[in-house]
C-alpha cells in the first residue's frame, strides 16, 4: 500500500501522506510545508487563506511554515528565515507500528541558490518528519550543524490553527491565565512546558511540544490583516497561529543536532 502519493497544491509539488484509518496530510516541497491535515474524521484543521500565492513566488500564508534560521526580525537575514521559501526534499516514507503514516523531508546547505547559502554561511541540515493517525499530527523538526563552525539558530513551527470564529478561541496551558484574543495578539510566552489546549467552541485541541522551549501567539486582527496582500480582510476570523518556538538564539557546535517535537491531538 503507498501511504505517500506525489501531488500538487496550487501550482507547487507535495506529498500527499495517507494513513490505513484515513487520517492525511499534504506538505508542499516549497517551504517542507504542511498545509492540510485531516484527522480520520476527516476534518481539515489547518487554515490556508484564498489569497496565499501557491507557486513558489512567496511563502505559503497558512498551514505551518517551517521557520529558521530566524524568527520574524529577530536578526539580520530573511524575515523569518530561509527555510519557508526553499525547496525541501522528499526522503522517505513509511508506517509506524501504531499505524501512523510519516513521511521525511530534507533542507541542507547545498539546497539552498548561492545567494541565499552566502548569505549564512553554515553547513547545515534540516530533517521534518509529519506523521499523521487517527486525530493526531506529529511533527518532529531537528536541525544538525555539519560544518565545523558553531551554528547559531532558531526556529519555529508556524501553526495556523483553522478555527470556526477566533473569537469563541480558549487557549490554556500557555499562560497562567486564559488567553483568548480581543482584535490583535502577537505575543511570546517563554518557557512552556507541559500539554496546552485550545477550545474553538467546536472541539478541544490537545498541544504538547518538547524541545522548543516558547510558543507565539499571533493573530492579526481586522486592521493589520487588511494590510496584508496575501489575506482576505476577514480571513483573520478563521485561524490562531500558536506557534512552538526557539527564539533565543541556540548554538549548536561541530556535529551537534537539536531536535524539537510537537503533537497535535483532536
Ligand atoms: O507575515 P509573516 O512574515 O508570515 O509573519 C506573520 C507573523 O508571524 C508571527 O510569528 C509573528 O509573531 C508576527 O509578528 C508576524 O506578523
Sequence with gaps: MTLATHTTFGQLPAIHLVAPDGAEA???????HLVS??????????????????DGSRAIRGGVPVIF???AERGSGMRHGFARVSTWRFEDSGIEEDGAAWALFGLAQGDLPVTVADAW??????????????NELGMTLTVRNLGAETLPFSAALHTYHLVPDVCDVRIEGISSDEISIIDKLDKV????TGRASMATGAGVLAIEQDGFPDVVVWNPGAVD???????ENDEYKRFVCIEPALLDPLTLEAGQA????YRLLA
Excluded at 38 to 52: I, Q, V
Excluded at 121 to 134: D, K
Design 225 to 231: 490583516a487588511a494590510a496584508l496582500a496575501d489575506m
Design 26 to 32: 499534504v506538505v508542499t516541497l516549497y517551504g517542507g
Design 189 to 192: 510566552y517563554p518557557d512552556v
Design 258 to 261: 537539536w531536535t524539537g517535537s
Design 69 to 71: 534560521p530566524q524568527f
Design 37 to 54: 491535515w485531516k484527522g480520520a474524521d476527516g476534518a481539515e484543521r489547518m487554515f490556508c487563506s484564498a489569497k496565499s500565492a501557491l
Design 121 to 134: 554561511p553554515h553547513a547545515f541540515a534540516l530533517e521534518l518528519r509529519v506523521a499523521v493517525r487517527a
